[in-house]
């Protein structure tokens, strides 16, 4: 099955009043297809980099220069690399469904792929702030795609990537629960379900709205009535698409 941005079922379009809300939790599974390095598989960052060292505010305050360095080679790489079917076949649900996707990846890939509407837990790679205003970001140019020590805010404060680190608050995860209990259907891609808050997003569901589980592991989860889809980020949208619509 293609992956077509119309319904038809019947050769009826419908309108966005009656579209259920899909929302979706995109982990580094969704973006590893696409050749973004992961953290906690074998060969991931986590095993070249020590998370204390590059991913906390004391890590940063000790050594700014490793950081920096750290993140604008996840930058160099990002802008690398292309969406995967899996990221496009996400775009086309917007046809069908309300899509919402919230998720733990820094990259811009799900909106380079046309979702709309996507909501950041952990950050975003593409953009900096100032290590006194983590809350105000800045865009990164894809020309200049680096953040040196003496790049500052207009207030003369040091930039820094705009990532939620170890240890920092998750301002966004108040909206992704506010999404999740809105949620007609609840997807799961791509993620161990082993970091919180946003593993605990899957409590929010709502009792008795359908949820699926894609990832070509086991993924331990103390619910029994997940739809598991065992398989990587594009081959398992492309299956849900296909079971969703035919739902419709």
């Not at 240890?167 to 919180?196: C, H, N, Q, W």
Request: glycine letters at 8%; one cysteine or more; aromatic letters at 8%.
């Amino acid at each position: 099955m293609n992956y077509s941005r119309k319904n038809r079922i019947f050769g009826i379009k419908f309108s966005n009043r009656m579209k259920k809300r899909l929302v979706i939790l995109s982990g580094a599974g969704m973006s590893a297809e696409s050749g973004i390095s992961t953290f906690r598989d074998t060969n991931g960052l986590w095993n070249n980099y020590r998370v204390e060292d590059v991913a906390t505010p004391e890590g940063f305050a000790k050594n700014p220069q490793l950081v920096l360095d750290f993140y604008n080679q996840r930058r160099k790489e990002l802008l690398k690399a292309k969406p995967n079917p899996g990221h496009y076949g996400l775009a086309a649900l917007e046809e069908d469904f309300d899509v919402d996707i919230v998720t733990q990846n820094v990259d811009n890939l799900h909106e380079r792929a046309g979702s709309s509407h996507v909501l950041h837990l952990h950050g975003e790679l593409m953009k900096s702030c100032s290590v006194r205003d983590t809350n105000t970001p800045y865009d990164i140019s894809p020309d200049r795609p680096e953040i040196n020590i003496g790049d500052k805010d207009m207030h003369g404060n040091q930039l820094r990537p705009f990532i939620v680190w170890f240890g920092e608050a998750v301002p966004m995860i108040e909206p992704a629960i506010r999404l999740v209990k809105s949620a007609d259907i609840f997807v799961v891609i791509g993620t161990s379900l082993a970091v919180y808050p946003a593993a605990g997003l899957l409590n929010y569901v709502p009792v008795g709205r359908p949820v699926y589980l894609i990832d070509p592991n086991d993924v331990q989860t103390y619910r029994t009535d997940i739809q598991i889809i065992k398989a990587g980020a594009s081959e398992g949208v492309k299956r849900l698409t296909e079971l969703l619509l035919l739902k419709k």
